[in-house]
């Protein structure tokens, strides 16, 4: 029997604020999180870019210095936004072996490894740290999330790029209906605003080169867009099964329903011109929640803000939604977040059960004029869902050809 997975608690930083409430005001009032960068880097090494949107809380404000020292940022992100989602779903009392950790991120602990790197180089290996490794691993996160929380059903971690932590919600959402857990924390995070990653995205004609107007240099959808922004941040979910959730009187935000997981095999960084992957990872979703496209009330799109990204993924909708694509509420938050990479999808889910509570699309900043050719209901100001259930996606397509998509009905309890 198909079992109701609910979301009861959420946690959020990123360029719009260090919690989840300050993320949907700053969300629904049009604020960019996008910034010139103040770091001795950008001008030492001639960056081409030189902004991003760095998390408007630092980890050090957060965390004590003894904690922090011994996590690379990403994994920071990481142990902030699940500690904000545990204390949101009110601390669940759940047996460790009936807890899970299903984590991700894109790239994982660069800022140790070339740290590391730099001391190898110049001070010799007797000043490298003993922890550079669990520190720098892609499953540092989850780990160290396990042990938070005592989680001992599993600790598991993807990695697939942009698409990591949309993923890490799907495979939650199996792993609870397979009975391995009754409460899973599921997301992601990354910090990668380093300047190797700078340079390589920049290299690769990726970035925005809007140095002169970084709040305005994410605009999916616009004809004149000329590339991503760069993120950084995490955001965590708790899940669990609706019959644990209210055995323990918890408070439920919306119904986790379906998730998607295809693979494009067409190129390692372009998605698919044609959309068949994306579009079979939204059919998943959709058959997994037992619902059809005429359902769906409300999409958080991929939507970087990249000249061929935004096009591709309006025909792959397209393939599942006809022309009925054009009426449907879609809100690009990238434009606001920049682009959080393997943490990207956990901030969206986030957003879209948001958008499921207050019946409310969130905003796509930076509309100048819209391109044709991604003909989305994009608005810049929050767009009204209306009364009744309401069923959202959320789409991430990553370098490598992935797919995730996860599914949102709204709890009408």
Partial sequence: MTKRIVVTGMGATSALGGTVADNWKNLLDGVSGARTLEHDWVEEYSLPVTFAAEAAVRPAEVLPRHEAKRLDPSTQFALIAAREAWEDAGA??????RL?????TGIGGVWTLLDAWDTLREKGPRRVMPLTVPMLMPNAGAGNLSLQFGAKAFARTVVSACASSTESIGNAYQHLQDGLADVVIAGGAESAIHPITVASFASAQALSRRNDDPAGASRPGAIDRDGFVMGEGGAALVLETEEHARARGARIYAYL???????DSYHITGNDPEGAGAARAVEQALEQAGASPDDVTHINAHATSTPVGDPNEY?????????????IPVSATKASTGHLLGGTGALEAVYTVLALRDRVAPPTINMTEQDPDVPFQLSTAPQPLGDGPQLAISNSFGFGGHNAVAAFASYEG
């Fill in 92 to 97: 669940p009392d759940v047996a460790p072996e």
């Fill in 100 to 104: 899970g950790i299903d984590w991700a």
């Fill in 257 to 263: 329903v379906g998730g998607g997981v295809t693979a």
């Fill in 315 to 327: 025909v792959a909708l397209k393939r599942v939604f006809g022309s009925r694509v054009d009426d």
